[in-house]
């Protein structure tokens, strides 16, 4: 998008086969994880604010749950249509950011087994749960054990990495950012078919200094979710488990508040007000880049598509994901399962479509002096593959264990 000024949506409109298949699959997929996410993460942030308030009846914890979600639901929807996201973004930014420096001192202050970690990093294995999981009684263990291995996998990797259904609307937002051909108002294929690319020795300079910005940004985001993720994972190995502490249930987030009371009891507050902020953030910020995801899914389809106004399609995709949401949040219990279909979807298998489509957009609309190396090349094949087969594996064990 930065080096053509059109989104790859538009650029996968024209792959082989019936026009548009690809943005209405990919699309379509993506537009119908939107409810369960923001039904999903508003009952966990829900469960969060309980034990952040005190809640303890345990047969009201479900009911105030739904409750406080609701509400973190009704103000998102009416915050989006009103305010930008800008502030949020800032703040959010400031306290994840505490939340993260302080994680990583926590890692190093537990002591860890750098040299399993290491080896689990680099060496791909599907564990098993310890013997006393299997043989536990309690209800929420027993559920989490009886789950297939590649169902958790791939809610891990939505859940951790994202799926389509924000990268569409992340690359659209590239659209505020002005960067490269995008600043330009290059016209789209969708009005000139294939975008000539002048391949002189400073255009292509330009190119791949237009290229930075976007690597910058990528890179960056790309590490903190890595760095985060290895964390979390190491000091629930070090910390959780030899207590047999399990998130489960009401539980989701609690017990990893453990990873900074080793320090001080008082810390439990801060990670309480770290969560807060990026689940609520998380939320809110959902609203505004499923309207970007919403609004790069309609642009191929037709001419009349492409000049509905922004406004408008928030005004939809309020209503569809505020309404679809609510509904669900009532109506499911837990929210690792509502998000299960969605994150298997939508964050994995679409994932290898768009890898391979990439590769199909990056040799037809490039100059060779400006594709993707040989390395890249095949680690995004490599990738595709991957999640393709473990989202078709993952889709398969879901709906076989319902």
């Not at 020795?201 to 910058?216: M, V, Y």
């Not at 890179?219 to 070090?238: K, N, S």
């Not at 790069?296 to 009349?304: A, D």
């Amino acid at each position: 998008m930065t080096l053509t000024g059109e989104h790859p949506m538009m650029h996968w409109g024209l792959l082989p086969g019936p026009r548009n298949w690809v943005p209405l699959v990919i699309g379509t997929l993506s537009l119908l994880c939107f409810p369960f996410w923001l039904a999903g993460l508003p009952l966990m942030l829900g469960k969060t604010i309980n034990w952040i308030v005190g809640a303890d009846d345990p047969q009201l914890l479900l009911q105030h749950a739904r409750l406080w979600g609701s509400a973190c639901i009704v103000i998102a929807v009416v915050l989006t249509w009103f305010q930008t996201y800008g502030v949020l973004e800032k703040v959010q930014t400031f306290i994840v950011g505490l939340l993260l420096v302080s994680i990583l001192a926590a890692l190093f202050a537990s002591r860890p087994d750098w040299i399993n970690a290491l080896v689990g990093t680099v060496v791909p294995t599907v564990p098993d749960y310890p013997k006393w999981m299997h043989e536990s009684m309690d209800a929420g263990i027993k559920k989490i054990v009886q789950r297939p291995s590649w169902v958790e996998i791939g809610v891990y990797l939505g859940a951790i990495g994202g799926g389509t259904y924000d990268y569409i609307g992340y690359i659209g937002c590239y659209r505020e950012k002005a960067w490269g051909a995008i600043g330009r108002a290059c016209k789209g294929v969708s009005s000139v078919g294939t975008l000539p690319i002048d391949t002189s020795e400073q255009n292509i300079l330009r190119g791949r200094r237009w290229l930075r910005p976007a690597a910058i940004d990528v890179g960056v985001g790309f590490l903190c979710v890595l760095i985060f993720t290895i964390c979390f994972v190491m000091l629930g190995a070090q910390i959780l488990h030899p207590a047999r502490l399990v998130p489960k249930g009401q539980d989701l987030l609690t017990h990893q508040a453990n990873f900074l009371t080793q320090f001080h009891p008082a810390l439990a507050y801060f990670y309480q007000l770290g969560i807060f902020a990026a689940f609520w953030g998380t939320i809110y910020g959902a609203y505004e880049l499923y309207t970007r995801t919403t609004y790069e899914c309609l642009r191929p389809l037709s001419v009349k598509l492409r000049d509905v106004s922004m406004r408008k399609v928030r005004l939809g995709v309020l209503l569809y994901c505020g309404g679809g949401g609510l509904l669900l949040l009532w109506i499911a219990q837990d929210p690792v399962s509502l998000v299960t279909p969605a994150a298997i979807v939508g964050g994995v298998f679409t994932c290898g479509l768009w890898c391979f489509a990439m590769v199909w957009t990056d040799r037809h609309f490039l100059p060779p002096p400006l594709r993707m190396r040989s390395g890249l090349l095949a680690l995004t094949v490599v990738t595709g593959l991957v999640l393709t087969c473990l989202g078709i594996k993952g889709m398969w064990d879901y709906v076989a264990n319902l």
